[in-house]
């Protein structure tokens, strides 16, 4: 398969993407470090939890 510059191979690239960038935007409305909280989630703990802790 050829990629176009600027577009997904496969459909469900491009929606793991938008989670990835939901995720993202909610833990920076939230004024959570990012990244912290991205290591929190690939651990296990939930988005719920995360956005409780201070």
């Given amino acids: 398969k050829e990629n176009i510059s ?8 491009a ?6 960038r939901s995720i993202v935007s ?5 004024e959570k470090n990012v990244w912290d909280s991205l290591c929190l989630l690939l651990t ?3 988005l719920d939890r995360v ?4």
Wanted: charged share 20%; proline share 0%.
């Fill in 26 to 30: 909610t833990l920076t409305k939230h």
């Fill in 44 to 46: 296990g703990d939930t």
């Fill in 6 to 13: 600027g577009t997904f191979r496969e459909e469900t690239f």
């Fill in 51 to 54: 956005l409780s802790t201070t």
């Fill in 15 to 20: 929606q793991s993407f938008c989670i990835a």
